[in-house]
């Protein structure tokens, strides 16, 4: 039982490239989502999906694109990086009943340049 | 809207003393609480939570919490620290809106413990 995987560990694209960020989960987990981290700010709601076949927006998600695959899979799309969108990338999946509380990958290091 | 405060961005204890850490929310509804931990260099993982079954919390590694209505404060305690527990620690408040919860949660800025030998 891995949890929630994410591929790569790291990366470092020059401004303007394009990049997916993968993610997949092992606990049927219903809703995913992804957050942000960068210095003194916590964590920051990118995108998240309630659902398989839904996506919603969150609190940053200008620069960004999701797709929900399949009920295990949610990848995050940096279309034309930006050095603003350095940062540390998270993300969860959570139950849609009971308490909420969401489950981590290990993130993702992402240096644009 | 929901939201977090976290006091202190780094608090400092000794080896051997209490662990205490401030959380408030707001929310406009009675709100699920969370607290992670987040080692270098690693994701965050689950310490406790808050699901309105019982205002003390225990979790793991021996931090508890305590929820308080009328002060909507949500602190995380340890009665005595250990090197192991030199962390980031994150509060998080979710108030279970559309379609139960799922819209993400909020969370404060983080708090850095240290511990002095």
């Known amino acids: 039982n891995a949890g929630v995987t994410q591929t790569p560990k790291f990366q470092v694209l020059k401004t303007g490239q394009s990049m997916t960020l993968q993610c997949a989960q092992d606990?049927?987990?219903?809703?995913m989502y992804w957050y942000r981290q960068d210095p003194g700010m916590g964590l920051r709601l990118i995108y998240y999906?309630?659902?398989?076949?839904?996506?919603d927006k969150g609190e940053v998600p200008n620069g960004y694109n999701v797709s929900r695959l399949n009920k295990r899979e949610f990848s995050l799309r940096l279309e034309s990086a930006a050095p603003s969108q350095t940062s540390v990338y998270f993300c969860?999946?959570?139950?849609?009943?009971?308490?909420?509380?969401?489950?981590f990958g290990p993130g993702t290091r992402l240096t644009v340049t | 809207a929901q939201s977090v405060t976290q006091l202190g961005s780094h608090v400092s204890v000794s080896e051997g003393a209490l662990v205490l850490l401030r959380c408030n929310y707001s929310?406009?509804?009675?709100?699920?609480l969370f607290w992670y931990v987040q080692y270098p260099n690693q994701g965050l993982q689950l310490l406790l939570k808050?699901?309105?079954?019982?205002?003390l919390v225990k979790g793991i590694n021996g931090f508890e919490a305590e929820f308080k209505k009328s002060e909507t404060s949500f602190h995380l305690t340890k009665p005595s620290a250990h090197m192991s527990d030199a962390a980031e620690y994150f509060c998080?408040?979710?108030?279970?809106?559309?379609?139960?919860?799922?819209?993400?949660?909020?969370f404060g800025k983080g708090t850095h413990l240290i511990i002095q030998p």
């Open positions: 969860a999946s959570g139950r849609t009943t009971g308490s909420y509380e969401q489950y």
């Open positions: 606990m049927n987990h219903n809703s």
């Open positions: 999906s309630a659902s398989e076949g839904t996506t």
């Open positions: 929310s406009s509804v009675p709100p699920y």
């Open positions: 808050y699901t309105s079954a019982a205002t």
């Open positions: 998080a408040v979710s108030d279970g809106r559309s379609g139960g919860g799922a819209d993400g949660l909020t």
